[in-house]
Nanobody, 125 residues
Framework: VQLQASGGGSVQPGGSLRLSCAASGLTPNSYTLGWFRQAPGKERESISCISFSDDSTFTLYSVSDRFTISRDDGKNTVHLQMHRLKPEDTATYYC???????????????????WGQGTLVTVSS
């Protein structure tokens, strides 16, 4: 399993970024892709995920009015569109993959979770 993340960078407060994660090596339509983030000194938290098996999704409530997850089935890719970014959104964002029913469990990290490399998002004026 390979998860290739892209799209991080630096942005001013109020700005937008779109993260993308391309997956390979997964059984078609039998997985969920999602995003976690980890700020310095904090635990890694689940942000959002979307199943490629059905339409189920999960998004952390505190970002649900600003972050939107979507998928591109043909490219096995998931996108996280982030708007109105805040300094507290600064973190390393990680792409992850797990079972197709993962959204039902809030996409909590587990023993079967597969990780991509992180991409840094910095929100600062």
């Amino acid at each position: 399993v390979q998860l290739q993340a892209s799209g991080g960078g630096s942005v001013q407060p109020g700005g937008s970024l779109r993260l993308s994660c391309a997956a390979s090596g997964l059984t078609p339509n039998s997985y969920t892709l999602g995003w976690f983030r980890q700020a310095p000194g904090k635990e890694r938290e689940s942000i959002s995920c979307i199943s490629f098996s059905d339409d189920s999704t999960f998004t952390l409530y505190s970002v649900s009015d600003r972050f939107t997850i979507s998928r591109d089935d043909g490219k096995n890719t998931v996108h996280l569109q982030m708007h109105r970014l805040k300094p507290e959104d600064t973190a390393t964002y990680y792409c992850a993959a797990d079972s197709p029913k993962w959204p039902r469990f809030g996409c909590r990290r587990g023993t079967e979770t597969r990780w991509g490399q992180g991409t840094l998002v910095t929100v600062s004026s």
